[in-house]
């Protein structure tokens, strides 16, 4: 460990240096920077009723924390009302407990240049998180694998418009439940030098967690600066785990960032209005996010709000509905009053394939994302049939799509070349503005351009095979893939990281239970 303490402090090894200077470079985009408005769509008294309302649940109805009995512990210290494993927290007190937590944070990447910083009015986004499942066009729908993982790590890397590596990106199937978040992370560690998440599956899995990256970053490093965020879910409605709360702790206590998100279908996990259902995610958020401040105050959070409808007839998730955009755009208010970073939003649909259905309930997520004040957004590309799937060919098309929400958010100029009068004056009544001067000096930058969409003449479409954005995009997929070089990392971190992944790995016997 003082080894690697000493590595980071010099900049690198020699080894890491001549590595450097090798390796192919993938251009990231800084993460979003919003020159743009916020939507709000509840009004002061519509808050103010919510936030009242949502104390009264957890000061008269409350919250649980089952199998945790230092949780409850804690709760009863701070000055809650125990009931078995029901917490009752006196108004007020889960909202001075989340003041300690700060209003943004940096999230430190191996490579500082890929670093981001969570809040304010800044957006981060991330890929997909989850699903057991891939799909792609050659191989159909089946169970990830680990070598599926390492291609969308390797895709997120090369990703210009994707600031984060993610998490679970998808869930390699193939490896011992009890061992492959060391898999997972390794991959993350050494195939990207963005920003990545850590194992959440089981408090012990947390620890593994935060002892790679103390040999990646230092140990020192680690305790005094933010280098992981991670899912926490909260088992809506109204319980908190031990399994979740148990990787909080460790994470808290590391001064690691956690998103804190209820997970909600409504009319299943929480009632079918609006406003009921920001209430009870105010409620949860307020709880779980003060228990974090309980642990250690000042330890990063996020305010989570995973939030999607439900299919009266059939049961199944809805997504792009204007129901979940009432309830992420109000959530991003509750929020920014609060003072704490927004995590919602995403390349959500419902749809099988990445198809038309996929791209409207996609369109209409990631747009509310970016209105409604989100500054990480977590499944912003690749998501697919209700989050059970990770398409390679979406994964793409949405990473394209990325790049509106960058230049949406940069809103609109007025300083003296984007007011054009010269350019007006020039080409006056009746003319056109293709070989004016201001536009020969602009066009490169002037209008965003799709990397992947079609916009060739019909004629050259048809003579190229004729083919549509699925085919493009898996055409992508493979050029990427061929393309990817992996980011200089120290030889000596990389072998420290092996050995330990392999003495942990030798402790235990597999399991996948």
């Known amino acids: ?16 240096r001549r590595a450097a200077r090798s390796a192919v470079s993938f251009e990231t985009a800084k993460y979003i920077e919003r020159n743009i408005p916020n939507f709000e769509v509840l009004n002061e008294e519509a808050l103010e009723i919510i936030e009242y309302n949502a104390e009264t649940v957890l000061e008269e109805i409350g919250v649980n924390f089952v199998e945790n009995p230092a949780a409850l512990e804690r709760w009863r210290e701070a000055g809650a009302d125990i009931d078995g494993e029901r917490v ?15 209003s943004t944070f940096t999230q430190h990447a191996r490579n500082p240049e890929r670093s981001v910083v969570v809040g304010g009015r800044n957006l981060v986004l991330a890929p997909v998180y989850g699903p057991p499942f891939v799909r792609d066009n050659a191989g159909g729908r089946r169970y990830a694998t680990m070598e599926d993982f390492r291609k969308f790590v390797k895709l997120g890397y090369m990703s210009k418009w994707l600031h984060h590596s993610g998490g679970t990106v998808c869930e390699p199937t193939d490896l011992p439940v009890n061992k492959r978040h060391l898999d997972m992370l390794h991959a993350h560690m050494t195939l990207s030098d963005k920003p990545f998440m850590g194992s959440v599956t089981e408090p012990s899995r947390a620890q593994d967690s935060v002892e790679m990256c103390e040999i990646l970053f230092g140990k020192d490093f680690v305790q005094e600066n933010t280098v992981m965020t991670s899912l926490i879910n909260i088992n809506s409605p109204m319980t908190f785990d031990d399994v979740m709360m148990g990787a909080l ?25 609006v406003a009921g259902t920001l209430t009870q995610v105010l409620a949860e958020v307020l709880a779980g996010i003060a228990y974090s401040q309980l642990i250690r105050p000042g330890a990063p ?66 747009n509310m994302g970016l209105l409604s004040g989100v500054n990480f957004m977590l499944h912003s590309c690749g998501w697919l049939e ?21 230049h949406l958010a940069q809103g609109v100029s007025v300083d003296e070349n984007a007011q054009a009068l010269d350019a007006i004056r020039e080409v006056g009544p009746g003319g056109h503005y293709l ?47 061929a393309d990817y070089q992996q980011p200089a990392i120290d030889p000596s971190v990389n072998e420290a990281l092996s050995d330990y992944m392999s003495r942990k790995k030798a402790e235990v016997p597999d399991s996948f239970m």
């Open 386 to 406: 209700g989050g059970l799937v990770s398409s390679f060919e979406k994964f793409v098309m949405d990473a394209d799509q990325l790049g509106t929400l960058h």
């Open 88 to 102: 009752r927290i006196p108004r007020g007190l889960a909202r001075k407990l989340c003041s300690t937590a700060p």
């Open 1 to 16: 460990m003082a080894g690697a303490e000493r590595r980071r402090a010099r900049g690198g090894g020699g080894a890491a």
């Open 435 to 481: 070989g004016c001067a201001h536009t020969q000096e602009n066009f490169k930058s002037a209008f965003w351009k799709s990397d992947l969409l079609d916009y060739k003449p019909y004629e050259t479409w048809e003579d190229e095979g004729a083919r549509d954005t699925q085919v493009l995009a898996a055409l992508r997929v493979e050029k990427m893939l």
């Open 249 to 273: 702790e460790v994470y808290a206590k590391n001064n690691q960032a956690c998103i804190i998100s209820p997970f909600i279908v409504g009319g299943a996990m929480a009632p079918v209005s």
């Open 301 to 366: 959070v996020i305010m989570g709000a995973f939030v999607t409808s439900i299919d009266m007839n059939s049961g199944a998730p809805t997504f792009g509905t204007p129901e979940a955009s009432h309830i992420t755009y109000g959530a991003g208010q509750l929020a920014r009053r609060l003072g704490l970073p927004y995590r919602s939003a995403g390349s959500f649909c419902g749809s099988k394939l990445p198809d038309a259905q996929a791209a409207y309930e996609t369109a209409n997520s990631l």
